[in-house]
Nanobody, 125 residues
Framework: QVQLVESGGGLVQPGGSLTLSCAAS????????IGWFRQAPGKVREGLSC????????NYADSVKGRFTISRDSAKNTVYLQMNNLQPEDTAVYYC??????????????????WGQGTQVTVSS
């Protein structure tokens, strides 16, 4: 059974940082492209970043470019999203997802096959 579990969310002040983790069971994440998404209340799910399997190419949405960094730890079967300089508009539920097409670096949610349950990130003073 495939399971993705996000962790690391929480409450942070504007300008602060968080690192989200996406741990997998039932699949080996190195074989998949992995994406990070978020969804705020009343808004559509937004693609933030992704990393391909083959070659490790990355892609970032303009809204997070320069502030967020995606990375893998193969030994831990985990993908991370380092988030810096967080702002109130970054408040949302954050999700990771796995794409069976390993070379993809798409930020389109419909392209992903497996999803985690999400972790809440709240940026507020």
């Amino acid at each position: 059974q495939v399971q993705l579990v996000e962790s690391g969310g929480g409450l942070v002040q504007p300008g602060g940082s968080l690192t989200l983790s996406c741990a997998a069971s039932g699949i080996y994440l190195d074989y998949y492209a992995i994406g990070w998404f978020r969804q705020a209340p009343g808004k559509v799910r937004e693609g933030l970043s992704c990393i391909s399997s083959i070659g490790g190419s990355t892609n970032y949405a303009d809204s997070v470019k320069g502030r967020f960094t995606i990375s893998r730890d193969s030994a831990k079967n985990t993908v991370y999203l380092q988030m810096n300089n967080l702002q109130p508009e970054d408040t949302a539920v954050y999700y990771c997802a796995a794409d069976l097409a390993p070379v993809d670096v798409t930020l389109i949610p419909d392209e992903y096959d497996y999803w985690g349950q999400g972790t809440q990130v709240t940026v507020s003073s």
